[in-house]
C-alpha cells in the first residue's frame, strides 16, 4: 500500500517553463510534506516543505500549494532551469512522527 | 559538519556472502534511518532508531537483514546471505527531532554478483 503518491515517474519541460509535480497521500494524520531533490550518486537532499496549516509555501523559483481537504499537494518550479534536471520525491511524515515515507519520485529533465 | 557519512560508497559481494554497511549519523541527531532504493521500488523504507533504541522495523525483510545502533556515533545493517535481488543503493540518514528535515548520506551501492 503507497501511502504517498507521485503521479509522473517522469517530466519534461522547456527551459524557462513552470515544471509542476503532483503528489497525493492516503493518511489524514500527515501533517509534515517534505519535497526532497536527489541527483545522480547523491542521497535526497530536502528542498522545500509546508506543514498541514498551510495551503502555499514559497521559496524562490519553488513553490508547494497543499490541498489538505483533497490530500494533495503539488511542487511548481517557475523559471525551470538545466540544473534543476533531478529526481524529486514527494515525503510526508505524522504529527510528532520521526518517519518520512516518501513517494516513487519524479524524474523531472529540463531540456535548454 | 560532514554530514551523515557512509561506507563504503561502494560493495560487491558473492551471492550468500555476508555484507555489512556502516553509517556515521550527523552529531547531536537523535533519530537515525536505513532506506533502500532501486529504480523498481523506489525509497523503501527499512528501519529507523531514536536515541540508540529500534523504533520500527517494519520495513526490514525479515530473514537475512539485520540494523544495529551500538553507540549514537554510528549505525550498521548487515545482510547475511547476500542476494541478487538485494542490489540497491542503501541510504542512512539521520535528524534531530520529529517532523524537521532528514539528511541523507551519499548512499552504499550494494552489488551482489
Known amino acids: 500500500q503507497q501511502q504517498v503518491r507521485q503521479s509522473s515517474q517522469s517530466l519534461t519541460v522547456w527551459e524557462g517553463e513552470t515544471a509542476i509535480l503532483n503528489c497525493s497521500y492516503e493518511?489524514?494524520?500527515?501533517?509534515?510534506f517534505p519535497w526532497y531533490q536527489q541527483f545522480p550518486g547523491e542521497g535526497p537532499a530536502l528542498l522545500i516543505a509546508?506543514?498541514?496549516?498551510?495551503d502555499k509555501k514559497e521559496d524562490g523559483r519553488f513553490t508547494i500549494f497543499f490541498n489538505k481537504r483533497e490530500k494533495n499537494l503539488s511542487l511548481h518550479i517557475k523559471d525551470s532551469q538545466p540544473g534543476d534536471s533531478a529526481t524529486y520525491f514527494c515525503?510526508?511524515?505524522?504529527?510528532?512522527?520521526?518517519?518520512?515515507?516518501f513517494g516513487s519520485g519524479t524524474r523531472l529533465l529540463v531540456s535548454p | 559538519n560532514a554530514g551523515v557519512i557512509q561506507t563504503p560508497r561502494h560493495k560487491v559481494t558473492g551471492k550468500g556472502q555476508e555484507a555489512t554497511l556502516w553509517c556515521e549519523p550527523i552529531?547531536?541527531?537523535?533519530?537515525v534511518f536505513w532506506y533502500r532504493q532501486t529504480i523498481v521500488q523506489g525509497l523503501e523504507f527499512l528501519t529507523y532508531?531514536?536515541?540508540?533504541?529500534?523504533?520500527?522495523d517494519s520495513g526490514m525483510p525479515k530473514e537475512r537483514f539485520s540494523a544495529q545502533m551500538p553507540n549514537q556515533s554510528h549505525s550498521t545493517l548487515k545482510i547475511q546471505s547476500t542476494q541478487p535481488q538485494d542490489s540497491a543503493v542503501y541510504l542512512c540518514?539521520?535528524?534531530?527531532?520529529?517532523?524537521?528535515?532528514?539528511?541523507f548520506g551519499k548512499g552504499t551501492r550494494l552489488t551482489v554478483v
Open positions: 540518514a539521520s535528524s534531530h527531532n520529529a517532523n524537521t528535515e532528514v539528511f
Open positions: 493518511n489524514s494524520a500527515f501533517d509534515y
Open positions: 509546508i506543514r498541514s496549516v498551510s
Open positions: 515525503a510526508a511524515s505524522g504529527a510528532g512522527g520521526y518517519k518520512v515515507v
Open positions: 552529531s547531536g541527531h537523535s533519530a
Open positions: 532508531f531514536r536515541n540508540q533504541a529500534p523504533i520500527d
